[in-house]
């Protein structure tokens, strides 16, 4: 059957024709991946008012593309206390924040009670505040660090106050790619699994694919198939979030880039791909905000939040670090012709600003 016909149909897709979408035009995928956007939240698009936070950049481990964690590249080691930390959320939380977004490098200094102490201390001043917290990649860096189990890590999270998962560390799940990008970090396999015990214990995650460096586009495809499998199984996903590459100040050598279309096409065929997961969502501080904006035509329901502060997209480059103010993000959703809709981190409506 013609694959335009199959969309339409909203059949499954497989490996194959994933990676035909590639080859259709810009504004045919476009279309496609709209109306599938337009049929589950018409004109909304989401946001969060959110607080990244990044306690360390002191790291055992050696990605290739990572320009955060302190290296010959970065000389400037930090990590803070749980007083800096508490100091950030106090500000972020007068300020409206309803979510922490806090994630770390692996530092091999700070043991599980760094982190979930930080976690304590947070969740026993702001009840109400979300944290979403601990890459599967932090988790597994723990269990490996500590020789802790994942249940022991995962249930340790939840006695500490972490309400949901980050999407971090999947990278691309290509084993001879990941092996090339991040040998020794969290394998494909690890990450899948950790995120499928978190969802059996009744919570929800997110999930990353980091694209537009030395993988092939069938490896996006496979990425994104080995996320459909285990959300069938488990439903556990909330959002989808394709981050683009960030070139500068890493070891990476990458000679051709993704145009702005073919970002567009692989959130487009995300959207068409990943019929099981909810949202998918245009994290602003990777594509930049106005690839994001366009994005919302081509499949992607979420721009991520205001950020207000970022530290790891924009070492590599990105133009995040100071977030980006409420009225100015809503005021940039209206005029492109959305509906900005401001949601809690489990994508509950809290407020429209039609
Ligand atoms: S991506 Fe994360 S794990 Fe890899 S070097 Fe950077 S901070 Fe460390």
């Known amino acids: 059957m013609d694959l335009i016909q199959k969309v339409k149909n909203k059949e499954r897709l497989n490996q194959k024709e994933g990676k035909a979408l590639y080859d259709l035009d810009l504004y045919t995928l476009g279309e496609l991946a709209d109306s599938i956007r337009k049929e589950k939240y018409g004109k909304k698009s989401y946001f969060n008012i959110n607080r990244h936070i990044n306690p360390t950049n002191v790291c055992a481990d050696i990605c290739k593309f990572c320009a955060y964690s302190a290296s010959r590249k970065n000389p400037n080691q930090y990590t803070m206390s749980h007083e800096q930390i508490l100091d950030i959320v106090k500000h972020s939380y007068a300020n ?16 599980p009670e760094w982190y979930m102490g930080a976690f304590r201390k947070i969740k026993t001043l702001y009840p109400d505040l979300h944290i979403k917290a601990m890459t599967a990649a932090e988790v597994d860096f723990l269990t490996r660090q500590y020789g802790l189990s994942y249940d022991e890590v995962l249930d340790m999270m ?74 069938d199984k488990t439903g556990g996903f909330n959002a989808f979030i394709p981050l683009v590459y960030q ?13 702005g279309q073919e970002i567009l096409k692989t959130y487009a065929i995300a959207r068409i791909l ?48 100071h977030g980006m103010k409420l009225e100015d993000f809503i005021g940039l959703i209206k005029n492109s012709g959305f509906i900005p809709v401001e949601r809690d981190s489990l994508y509950n409506e809290l407020k429209s600003y039609a």
């Open 96 to 111: 409206g924040a309803k979510e922490v977004h806090i994630v770390s490098a692996h530092n091999p200094n700070d043991g």
């Open 247 to 259: 070139r500068d100040n890493n070891f990476l050598k990458v000679t051709h880039f993704p145009t």
């Open 158 to 231: 939840i006695e500490s106050g972490v309400d949901s998962m980050p999407g971090g560390g999947a990278e691309i799940f290509d084993e001879k790619v990941r092996e090339y990008l991040c040998k020794g970090k969290v394998t494909s396999d690890q990450w899948l699994q950790i995120h499928q015990k978190w969802h059996e214990r009744g919570r929800q995650s997110n999930a990353t694919m980091l694209f537009g460096h030395v993988e092939t586009k069938a490896h996006r495809i496979d990425h994104m198939l080995r996320l459909r499998d285990l959300q």
């Open 274 to 321: 990943l019929d099981n997961i909810p949202h998918i969502k245009a994290y602003w501080a990777s594509a930049s905000i106005n690839l994001a904006l366009i994005a919302q035509e081509f499949g992607c329901d979420d721009l991520d939040g205001t950020i207000e502060k970022e530290s790891i997209q924009s070492a590599a480059g990105a133009a995040s670090s």
